[in-house]
Antibody
Framework: EVQLLESGGGLVQPGGSLRLSCAASGFTFNNYAMNWVRQAPGKGLEWVSTISGTGDSRYYADSVKGRFTISRDKSKNTVSLQMNSLRTEDTAIYYCAQTNESISPVDYFYYGLDVWGQGTSVTVSS | DIVLTQSPGTLSLSPGERATLSCRAS???????LTWYQQKPGQAPRLLIY???SRPTGIPDRFSGSGSGTDFTLTINTLEPEDFAVYYC?????????FGPGTKVEIK
């Protein structure tokens, strides 16, 4: 069974740091890009960051660029989000999601973010 | 950046009715990279449609997607009680990979 399990959320003061992790199982981790998507209380979904399957390409929302760093550990099948200089507006549930994609030398197919974790809650407050 | 706008913000319908949800992009989007998600309270989002019109395995055929360019539509034929939720469109064309603000489908 394909599964994603987030951890690392909690309460942190403004200006503090937190590291989220997402443990993947049930699929060949190295073949897929991974994403972080967040949802502030009562608000919609906000894409945060994406890392390619190889780890060579990383993308960030402007709202977190320079403060958050996405990484992946192939040996542990985990993707992490290091969050520094946290602000109250970073308070949200953070979801990890797998990009379902097929990459070949001649073509690329995108099938959506089809596996999601249950989310981990981050609260930034003094 | 590609901005996705969804309308209406809220759709009030009765079970058995048809829901038509709109997603408009600020610039042309390759339909291969346009997806729709359903989210219920307290749950993670669920992929409903990829490639603007394809359904993943397990998604009921009452859900259908269409559109191209800047205008995309999610249609839910014959609303079931479990379909009342919030629906988001999303693009994966070029970063930032933004979501639309969502359409809430509520029971009338």
């Amino acid at each position: 069974e394909v599964q994603l399990l987030e951890s690392g959320g909690g309460l942190v003061q403004p200006g503090g740091s937190l590291r989220l992790s997402c443990a993947a199982s049930g699929f060949t981790f190295n073949n897929y890009a991974m994403n972080w998507v967040r949802q502030a209380p009562g608000k919609g979904l906000e894409w945060v960051s994406t890392i390619s399957g190889t780890g060579d390409s990383r993308y960030y929302a402007d709202s977190v660029k320079g403060r958050f760093t996405i990484s992946r550990d192939k040996s542990k099948n985990t993707v992490s989000l290091q969050m520094n200089s946290l602000r109250t507006e970073d308070t949200a549930i953070y979801y990890c999601a797998q990009t379902n994609e097929s990459i070949s030398p001649v073509d690329y197919f995108y099938y959506g973010l089809d596996v999601w974790g249950q989310g981990t809650s981050v609260t930034v407050s003094s | 950046d590609i901005v996705l706008t969804q309308s209406p913000g809220t759709l009030s319908l009765s079970p058995g009715e048809r829901a038509t949800l709109s997603c408009r992009a600020s610039q042309s989007v390759d339909s291969k990279y346009l997806t729709w998600y359903q989210q219920k309270p307290g749950q993670a989002p669920r992929l409903l449609i990829y490639g603007a019109s394809s359904r993943p395995t397990g998604i009921p055929d009452r859900f259908s997607g269409s559109g191209s360019g800047t205008d995309f539509t999610l249609t839910i034929n014959t609303l079931e009680p479990e379909d009342f939720a919030v629906y988001y469109c999303h693009h994966y064309v070029i970063a930032p990979f933004t979501f639309g603000p969502g359409t809430k489908v509520e029971i009338k």
